[in-house]
T-cell receptor, first 116, second 114 residues
Framework: NAGVTQTPKFRVLKTGQSMTLLCAQD?????MYWYRQDPGMGLRLIHY???????AKGEVPDGYNVSRLKKQNFLLGLESAAPSQTSVYFC???????????????FGPGTRLTVT | GEDVEQSLFLSVREGDSSVINCTYT??????LYWYKQEPGAGLQLLTY?????DMKQDQRLTVLLNKKDKHLSLRIADTQTGDSAIYFC??????????????FGTGTRLQVTL
Protein backbone atom coordinates (compact mmCIF):
# COMPACT_ATOMS: atom_id res chain seq x y z
CA ASN A 1 0.00 0.00 0.00
CA ALA A 2 1.94 3.03 -1.30
CA GLY A 3 -0.62 5.68 -0.27
CA VAL A 4 -0.28 8.84 -2.35
CA THR A 5 2.59 9.07 -4.80
CA GLN A 6 3.67 11.98 -6.99
CA THR A 7 5.75 12.08 -10.15
CA PRO A 8 8.21 13.72 -10.65
CA LYS A 9 9.87 14.77 -7.38
CA PHE A 10 11.76 17.68 -8.92
CA ARG A 11 11.51 19.59 -12.18
CA VAL A 12 13.01 22.70 -13.70
CA LEU A 13 11.11 24.36 -16.54
CA LYS A 14 11.76 27.36 -18.71
CA THR A 15 9.12 30.05 -19.01
CA GLY A 16 6.52 29.02 -21.56
CA GLN A 17 7.17 25.29 -21.34
CA SER A 18 4.43 22.87 -20.40
CA MET A 19 4.38 19.87 -18.12
CA THR A 20 2.06 17.47 -16.30
CA LEU A 21 2.35 16.38 -12.69
CA LEU A 22 0.95 12.96 -11.90
CA CYS A 23 -0.68 11.98 -8.63
CA ALA A 24 -1.70 8.42 -7.89
CA GLN A 25 -3.42 6.89 -4.86
CA ASP A 26 -4.14 3.28 -4.06
CA UNK A 27 -6.60 3.80 -1.20
CA UNK A 28 -9.74 3.92 -3.35
CA UNK A 29 -10.39 7.50 -2.25
CA UNK A 30 -13.11 9.47 -3.97
CA UNK A 31 -11.69 12.96 -3.42
CA MET A 32 -8.37 14.22 -4.72
CA TYR A 33 -6.74 17.65 -4.46
CA TRP A 34 -3.84 19.68 -5.74
CA TYR A 35 -2.22 22.30 -3.50
CA ARG A 36 0.72 24.60 -3.86
CA GLN A 37 2.94 25.56 -0.95
CA ASP A 38 4.84 28.83 -0.97
CA PRO A 39 7.03 30.26 1.80
CA GLY A 40 5.00 32.10 4.42
CA MET A 41 1.69 31.32 2.73
CA GLY A 42 0.75 27.83 3.83
CA LEU A 43 -1.04 25.54 1.40
CA ARG A 44 -3.45 26.88 -1.16
CA LEU A 45 -5.93 24.71 -3.04
CA ILE A 46 -5.53 24.81 -6.82
CA HIS A 47 -8.12 22.31 -8.07
CA TYR A 48 -9.90 19.33 -6.64
CA UNK A 49 -12.01 16.40 -7.78
CA UNK A 50 -14.89 14.68 -6.04
CA UNK A 51 -14.89 11.70 -8.35
CA UNK A 52 -13.77 10.18 -11.61
CA UNK A 53 -14.50 12.50 -14.51
CA UNK A 54 -15.20 15.56 -12.33
CA UNK A 55 -13.01 18.51 -11.40
CA ALA A 56 -13.55 21.87 -9.72
CA LYS A 57 -11.60 25.06 -9.11
CA GLY A 58 -10.01 25.83 -5.80
CA GLU A 59 -8.57 29.05 -4.45
CA VAL A 60 -5.81 29.62 -7.05
CA PRO A 61 -6.77 27.81 -10.30
CA ASP A 62 -5.43 30.26 -12.90
CA GLY A 63 -2.69 28.87 -15.12
CA TYR A 64 -3.45 25.24 -14.23
CA ASN A 65 -5.66 22.52 -15.65
CA VAL A 66 -6.53 19.13 -14.20
CA SER A 67 -8.02 15.85 -15.29
CA ARG A 68 -9.34 12.80 -13.44
CA LEU A 69 -9.88 10.14 -16.06
CA LYS A 70 -9.31 7.31 -13.60
CA LYS A 71 -10.33 7.24 -9.95
CA GLN A 72 -6.80 6.58 -8.75
CA ASN A 73 -5.08 9.32 -10.78
CA PHE A 74 -5.27 13.11 -10.71
CA LEU A 75 -3.18 15.07 -13.20
CA LEU A 76 -2.13 18.71 -12.87
CA GLY A 77 -1.08 20.47 -16.06
CA LEU A 78 0.78 23.71 -16.65
CA GLU A 79 0.26 24.76 -20.27
CA SER A 80 2.65 27.71 -20.30
CA ALA A 81 4.77 27.84 -17.17
CA ALA A 82 5.55 31.17 -15.52
CA PRO A 83 8.10 32.02 -12.79
CA SER A 84 5.17 32.73 -10.44
CA GLN A 85 4.39 29.01 -10.60
CA THR A 86 7.67 28.13 -8.91
CA SER A 87 6.45 26.27 -5.85
CA VAL A 88 6.13 22.93 -4.12
CA TYR A 89 3.04 21.07 -5.30
CA PHE A 90 1.24 18.60 -3.08
CA CYS A 91 -1.41 16.14 -4.03
CA UNK A 92 -3.82 14.74 -1.45
CA UNK A 93 -6.71 12.34 -1.36
CA UNK A 94 -9.52 11.55 1.03
CA UNK A 95 -12.66 9.54 1.41
CA UNK A 96 -15.90 11.15 0.41
CA UNK A 97 -16.22 14.02 2.90
CA UNK A 98 -13.05 16.07 3.06
CA UNK A 99 -14.04 18.27 5.95
CA UNK A 100 -14.59 15.70 8.66
CA UNK A 101 -12.24 13.71 10.87
CA UNK A 102 -12.00 10.13 9.80
CA UNK A 103 -12.01 11.42 6.27
CA UNK A 104 -8.74 13.27 6.59
CA UNK A 105 -6.60 14.12 3.65
CA UNK A 106 -3.55 11.98 2.94
CA PHE A 107 -0.71 13.85 1.29
CA GLY A 108 1.90 12.86 -1.22
CA PRO A 109 5.59 13.77 -0.74
CA GLY A 110 5.42 16.80 -3.04
CA THR A 111 6.94 17.97 -6.33
CA ARG A 112 9.39 20.85 -6.27
CA LEU A 113 8.98 22.88 -9.46
CA THR A 114 11.24 25.73 -10.51
CA VAL A 115 10.37 27.92 -13.49
CA THR A 116 13.23 30.03 -14.79
CA GLY B 1 -13.31 35.58 4.59
CA GLU B 2 -11.12 32.83 5.89
CA ASP B 3 -7.67 33.57 7.25
CA VAL B 4 -5.53 31.36 9.49
CA GLU B 5 -2.41 32.83 11.08
CA GLN B 6 0.53 31.30 12.91
CA SER B 7 3.90 32.49 14.11
CA LEU B 8 6.66 31.36 11.80
CA PHE B 9 9.22 29.90 14.18
CA LEU B 10 9.56 28.35 17.62
CA SER B 11 12.68 26.98 19.30
CA VAL B 12 12.54 24.78 22.40
CA ARG B 13 14.94 22.57 24.31
CA GLU B 14 14.55 18.82 24.30
CA GLY B 15 12.37 17.75 27.20
CA ASP B 16 10.56 21.08 27.49
CA SER B 17 6.98 21.69 26.40
CA SER B 18 6.22 23.37 23.08
CA VAL B 19 3.18 25.53 22.52
CA ILE B 20 2.24 26.40 18.95
CA ASN B 21 -0.48 28.98 18.48
CA CYS B 22 -2.97 29.67 15.71
CA THR B 23 -5.71 32.21 15.17
CA TYR B 24 -8.53 31.89 12.70
CA THR B 25 -11.25 34.22 11.55
CA UNK B 26 -14.14 32.07 10.34
CA UNK B 27 -16.51 31.61 13.27
CA UNK B 28 -18.46 28.93 11.42
CA UNK B 29 -15.52 26.52 11.43
CA UNK B 30 -16.63 23.13 12.66
CA UNK B 31 -13.35 21.23 12.84
CA LEU B 32 -9.83 22.45 13.48
CA TYR B 33 -6.77 20.38 12.70
CA TRP B 34 -3.08 20.17 13.36
CA TYR B 35 -0.87 18.74 10.63
CA LYS B 36 2.85 17.97 10.82
CA GLN B 37 5.26 18.27 7.90
CA GLU B 38 8.68 16.70 8.23
CA PRO B 39 11.49 17.82 5.88
CA GLY B 40 10.92 16.67 2.31
CA ALA B 41 7.59 15.06 3.11
CA GLY B 42 3.91 15.78 2.77
CA LEU B 43 1.58 16.77 5.58
CA GLN B 44 0.43 14.24 8.12
CA LEU B 45 -2.63 14.67 10.33
CA LEU B 46 -1.64 14.85 14.01
CA THR B 47 -4.89 15.58 15.77
CA TYR B 48 -8.12 17.53 15.46
CA UNK B 49 -10.77 19.12 17.64
CA UNK B 50 -14.46 19.68 17.07
CA UNK B 51 -15.57 23.27 17.55
CA UNK B 52 -17.86 22.49 20.49
CA UNK B 53 -14.90 21.19 22.53
CA ASP B 54 -12.48 23.24 24.64
CA MET B 55 -9.71 20.73 24.99
CA LYS B 56 -8.52 17.44 23.61
CA GLN B 57 -5.63 15.35 24.86
CA ASP B 58 -3.89 12.66 22.87
CA GLN B 59 -0.78 11.22 24.55
CA ARG B 60 1.84 14.02 24.47
CA LEU B 61 -0.43 16.34 22.51
CA THR B 62 -2.96 18.74 24.05
CA VAL B 63 -5.17 20.91 21.87
CA LEU B 64 -6.85 23.94 23.40
CA LEU B 65 -9.61 25.86 21.64
CA ASN B 66 -10.84 29.29 22.68
CA LYS B 67 -13.77 29.80 20.37
CA LYS B 68 -14.55 33.28 21.70
CA ASP B 69 -11.07 34.52 20.75
CA LYS B 70 -10.79 32.16 17.74
CA HIS B 71 -7.53 30.86 19.13
CA LEU B 72 -6.21 27.33 18.79
CA SER B 73 -3.06 25.96 20.39
CA LEU B 74 -1.10 22.73 20.26
CA ARG B 75 1.00 21.77 23.27
CA ILE B 76 3.61 19.06 22.88
CA ALA B 77 4.82 17.70 26.20
CA ASP B 78 8.38 16.41 26.63
CA THR B 79 9.41 17.67 23.20
CA GLN B 80 11.84 15.37 21.37
CA THR B 81 14.21 16.00 18.46
CA GLY B 82 11.86 13.94 16.30
CA ASP B 83 9.22 16.60 16.84
CA SER B 84 11.26 19.07 14.77
CA ALA B 85 9.02 19.87 11.81
CA ILE B 86 6.60 22.44 10.45
CA TYR B 87 3.19 22.42 12.11
CA PHE B 88 0.13 23.64 10.27
CA CYS B 89 -3.24 24.41 11.74
CA UNK B 90 -6.24 24.17 9.44
CA UNK B 91 -9.91 24.91 9.72
CA UNK B 92 -12.84 23.27 8.02
CA UNK B 93 -16.37 24.40 7.62
CA UNK B 94 -17.46 20.75 7.73
CA UNK B 95 -20.50 19.77 5.76
CA UNK B 96 -20.52 17.32 2.92
CA UNK B 97 -19.73 17.23 -0.73
CA UNK B 98 -18.19 20.22 -2.38
CA UNK B 99 -19.15 22.67 0.35
CA UNK B 100 -16.40 21.69 2.76
CA UNK B 101 -12.77 22.64 2.40
CA UNK B 102 -9.65 23.08 4.49
CA UNK B 103 -7.92 26.42 4.98
CA PHE B 104 -4.34 26.06 6.15
CA GLY B 105 -2.28 28.43 8.24
CA THR B 106 1.15 29.58 7.21
CA GLY B 107 2.91 26.95 9.31
CA THR B 108 5.18 27.17 12.39
CA ARG B 109 8.66 25.71 12.18
CA LEU B 110 9.52 23.97 15.45
CA GLN B 111 13.20 23.57 16.17
CA VAL B 112 14.19 21.29 19.06
CA THR B 113 17.66 21.84 20.49
CA LEU B 114 19.69 19.59 22.75
Amino acid sequence: NAGVTQTPKFRVLKTGQSMTLLCAQDMNHEYMYWYRQDPGMGLRLIHYSVGEGTTAKGEVPDGYNVSRLKKQNFLLGLESAAPSQTSVYFCASSLRDRGRPGYEQYFGPGTRLTVT
Amino acid sequence: GEDVEQSLFLSVREGDSSVINCTYTDSSSTYLYWYKQEPGAGLQLLTYIFSNMDMKQDQRLTVLLNKKDKHLSLRIADTQTGDSAIYFCAESLGGTGTASKLTFGTGTRLQVTL
